[in-house]
């Protein structure tokens, strides 16, 4: 990618509060500048060499911005660092995501028991790219090109949780008006809901629909997420309770498990929620 006189500066912001991300870009940034500098070449020069405007360059090398990969992999040519350069790649694709989006990748990854029930959009694991960038561009006030990637990358790397071995439990409530609206219009409506059918056969998957004109229905609090993991510990959270805060107390996470597990109880089974899901899509 070519950029004219810094005009355009591919990359992404760090958040200044991000205290490990801003130490991996810091050691980032000062292994790219010292480099440059052993070889002689100016920062405009190397801007020249490696397609990017002279400004990111020092953005970059002050730890001020995140470099995308093939900065990197231009830079690890250009300076002839044998792969040195590419290899931090792995550490700042993380920098990438928000520290509350990391910390949530991160709990989803090493959970044995995932139990999430979801209001208000489909939940974040289960849409597909094309519903992601749909619901980004229709909040306010609107995200920059550059936000919405930096989200939609971070979300589509929590996916990753259904390619884990062994597979852990997943378990998704979904409110039946969370299915039948179109964002994004009908094909991207129709292959969010493909995509519902496809997760739902797999074997570790469960996904249940709460239909609308339920009466009895303990999920009026919004959101939950219960995650138990391998040593018996378990974390929860829901936006009706304790403030919305996660929390790991026996007797707080005994009451958000026992919402979750009512609401599990009045949605429909699987089997019934299936052929819900198969019915919207013939009518889409």
């Given amino acids: 990618m070519s950029v004219n006189g810094g005009t355009e500066e591919p990359g992404w912001e760090v958040d200044p509060d991000d205290e490990w991300g801003v130490a991996v870009l810091t050691t980032v940034g000062r292994q790219l500048k010292l480099r440059r500098e052993a070889v002689g070449m100016r920062a405009g020069d190397f801007g020249v060499a490696v397609g990017y405007g002279e400004d990111l360059v020092y953005k970059v090398e002050g730890g001020k911005r995140i470099p995308r990969r093939e900065y990197l992999h231009r830079a690890d040519e250009v300076l002839r660092a044998g792969g040195l350069l ?4 792995e550490d700042v694709a993380k920098v990438r995501y928000p520290k509350r989006v ?31 960038r749909a619901l980004f561009d229709t909040w306010l006030p609107a995200y920059t090109e550059e936000e919405t990637e930096r989200m939609v990358a971070a979300r589509m ?16 409530v979904q409110e ?19 995509r519902l059918l496809e997760l739902g056969e797999l074997r570790n998957v469960s996904i249940q629909v709460m239909p609308t004109d339920r009466e009895e229905h303990v999920g009026t609090g919004g959101l939950i997420e219960v995650l138990k993991f391998p040593d018996g510990s378990a974390v929860a959270r829901s936006e009706g309770a304790f403030a919305g805060r996660p929390v790991t107390d026996p007797k707080q996470l005994r009451i958000l498990e026992l919402r979750y597990g009512m609401i599990r109880a009045q949605a429909l089974t699987p089997r019934e929620s299936r052929a819900v899901i198969e019915q919207m899509l013939g009518e889409s």
């Avoid at 590419?86 to 790649?89: F, G, L, Q, S």
């Avoid at 969370?178 to 964002?183: A, D, E, K, S």
């Fill in 86 to 89: 590419t290899a931090m790649w």
């Fill in 102 to 132: 990391r910390e949530l990748a991160k709990l989803e990854a090493s959970a044995v028991e995932l139990g999430l029930y979801s209001t208000h959009n489909v939940h974040g694991l289960l849409q597909t790219e094309a519903h992601m």
């Fill in 157 to 172: 790397a929590r996916r990753s949780v259904f390619e884990r071995s062994p597979a852990p439990t997943l378990s998704f």
């Fill in 176 to 194: 039946e008006a969370t299915l039948r609206r179109p964002v994004g219009g009908r094909m991207v409506w129709r292959r969010q809901l493909e």
